[in-house]
Every structure is written in structure tokens, then in C-alpha cells.
């Protein structure tokens, strides 16, 4: 292969391979017994809350944080704390360290991946959760933890709601809750997003859309709703714009199955 910069990717994901191989399975159950479930969580200038977040989300699952061209020490509290770590840079958004992560997580041979966030909104006591809901027959391709709006600061609610009523509308069934970041992921789906070109928030709701599109299954399970005072990344106008469009394309693309 020679020497330079291919030469160290490739050695990087080998040895992120063989850190993963060490973490442990995540047993949910008798019908599925042996399923290999990673945690993959994004994280951007997130030192103070991170840590706390990986020790709890280790003790049900491996974790794998991907760095998106954090400023400040988010990286090094992950791996302190027991995570792999894969750094991104520069900073490219959250849908961008997703599918960095979803793909790292794959070639080492995950069967599903969880997500959630690393600012401490997404309890990993509630992981648990997840592993139940996915022992159903068939199991889901995507489950979503599901928030109580009503728990929302009042601004985040409104745009919450009107945000759930305008998806639901685009892809033509209830999706109580598209914006949840807190999910369990089956390597069908992983594998189908890896080609998106979302960088940011809108990756995960065009993951939606896409598990329609190829016919896939969607279980919800009840989640906290935790606004801890942490600050937010998103920008609001920003974020409106992003989501109008994405609706506008979810209402094209789920009339076109995936073939």
C-alpha cells in the first residue's frame, strides 16, 4: 500500500476495528441472541458532558464518539471515559459524523447501531430500551425514542409540533417525532444512508424517509425529554429553512421506492 496518508487511514480503521472487536455484544433477548450493537455518538465542543455520558451509555453497549472538528478537549474526555474515538476535521455537522461513525461501525461488522447525542439530552439508562423494543419479529429497522413535547421549552414545542404535523404530512403516516436523535439503527438502513449527502440535522430526518422508501419498519419507544440549560448548535432560522426544504423532499423521494 506505501507509505503517507492512505497508509494511515487504513491503519487507523484497522485498529479501530480491533478496539470495537474488544468492546462487548449487546444481548437483547432470545430470538437475538448474539446481535453485535455499537453506540455511535457525534459530539461538537461537548469536553464537559461527554464523559458522563459514555460511562453510563458503556455499561449496555461499546462506544464509538466521533469528534466533529471539535475546539476543545470532547475527544480526549471520550476516550478517558472507555469510548473509541474517531476525529473529524474540519467540523462537517452532525449527519457528516453519523455516517463516518454508521460506516466504521459496519465494516466492523455491527448488526445495528444506537445512536444519541452528547450533551446529556439522551439518558443512557434508557438504552435498554431500544435493545427490548428491537426483539419484536420482524425487527424494526428503526426505532425512535419518542420525547413528550410538552416537557419543551415552549418555543421548541411549538416548532416541534409544527414540525411533526408537516413531516407526517410529506411522507403520508404519523411520525410523532422525527427530530429525536436517540435511535436504534439495523445495518439495512445504516448501509442505505451511507450514501446521503446531508451534513447536518437533516440527515436524520431524511433517515426516516429513506426507511419508508425501502419499506422498512418504525417502533417508537417513550424517552425523557431533558433540557439541561446546555447551549444549542442549532440556529433557528437556519434550522426553519433546512427543515422546509427537507419536507419538500421527503414529499418527492417517498413516492420513489427504493429499488
Not at 485498529?15 to 433477548?29: C, D, N, Q, S, T
Not at 428491537?134 to 413535547?149: H, K, M, N, V, Y
Not at 414545542?157 to 413531516?167: K, Y
Request: aromatic share 6%; hydrophobic share 40%; net charge positive.
Amino acid at each position: 500500500m506505501g507509505g503517507g496518508p492512505g497508509r494511515a487511514r487504513y491503519c487507523r480503521r484497522r485498529a479501530l476495528g480491533r478496539r470495537l472487536r474488544r468492546g462487548h455484544r449487546g444481548r437483547i433477548g432470545a430470538q437475538h441472541p448474539s446481535l453485535v450493537i455499537v453506540a455511535v455518538i457525534p459530539g461538537y465542543n461537548e469536553a464537559p458532558r461527554i464523559g458522563a455520558v459514555v460511562l453510563e451509555a458503556r455499561k449496555h453497549l461499546p462506544v464509538l464518539v466521533v469528534d466533529d472538528g471539535s475546539t476543545d478537549r470532547t475527544a480526549e474526555v471520550a476516550r478517558e471515559a472507555g469510548a473509541t474515538t474517531i476525529e473529524q476535521r474540519p467540523n462537517q455537522g452532525k449527519g457528516a459524523a453519523l455516517r463516518l461513525g454508521f460506516a466504521a461501525a459496519l465494516q466492523d461488522g455491527s448488526d445495528a447501531i444506537l445512536t444519541l447525542d452528547a450533551d446529556g439530552q439522551h439518558d443512557p439508562v434508557e438504552i435498554p430500551r431500544f435493545l427490548a423494543a428491537a426483539t419484536t419479529e420482524p425487527p424494526p429497522d428503526l426505532i425512535i425514542g419518542q420525547r413528550s413535547f410538552r416537557a419543551m421549552p415552549p418555543v421548541r414545542r411549538l416548532s416541534n409540533e409544527i414540525g411533526r404535523i408537516a413531516f407526517s404530512w410529506a411522507v403520508g403516516r404519523d411520525i410523532p417525532d422525527n427530530q429525536s436523535g436517540y435511535r436504534l439503527v439495523s445495518r439495512r438502513l445504516a448501509e442505505a444512508t451511507l450514501a446521503s449527502d446531508e451534513p447536518g440535522f437533516a440527515f436524520e430526518v431524511e433517515q426516516i424517509t429513506t426507511c419508508i422508501r425501502m419499506g422498512g419498519t418504525i417502533a417508537w419507544v417513550p424517552i425523557r425529554t431533558i433540557y439541561a440549560g446546555a447551549p444549542s448548535h442549532i440556529r433557528p432560522l437556519a434550522h426553519i429553512r433546512e427543515f422546509v426544504r427537507i419536507v419538500r423532499q421527503a414529499r418527492r423521494d417517498v413516492r420513489r421506492p427504493i429499488a
